[in-house]
């Protein structure tokens, strides 16, 4: 419990950008009434002025072939940006600038075909909606 509080604590200080698929936001690790609290949670995130969530569909053309779960973690120094890949055997830390330049084009294509910012609060509370 103390984790998490302490992350809310720092994204509160951090601008973060999450871009979800909508697979990840159909998929349901749980019954629908935690499965909603989960949407309304990152609804209410997306509220925050330092956080932007986008959506991308499952009709959306361009994001074929990009399907491991990712965390991409930038700042101001490139050099020191971080990917995470999730992989069958756990988490991979990757930093490598040929890894790097693969995964910033690969995040670059995805926020090409993602939804903006208004529309994917609009998609989520439309899955919440048919919930």
Do not use: C, W
């Not at 910033?104 to 899955?127: C, P, Y």
């Amino acid at each position: 419990m103390r984790f998490r509080l302490r992350r809310q604590e720092v994204l509160g200080e951090v601008a973060y950008e999450a871009v979800i698929h909508e697979a990840a936001l159909r998929i349901r690790a749980a019954d629908s009434k935690v499965a909603r609290s989960q949407l309304l949670h990152v609804l209410e995130q997306s509220e925050r002025p330092q956080v932007t969530v986008r959506v991308v569909p499952f009709d959306v053309d361009g994001f074929a072939g990009i399907s491991a779960p990712l965390v991409y973690a930038s700042g101001p120094v490139p050099q020191l940006d971080t990917v995470l890949v999730d992989t069958e055997h756990g988490g991979a830390y990757l930093d490598a600038e040929a890894q790097l330049n693969r995964y910033r084009a690969m995040f670059r294509t995805i926020e090409k075909v993602a939804l903006g910012v208004v529309e994917s609060r609009d998609f989520i509370h439309h899955l919440l909606q048919r919930m």
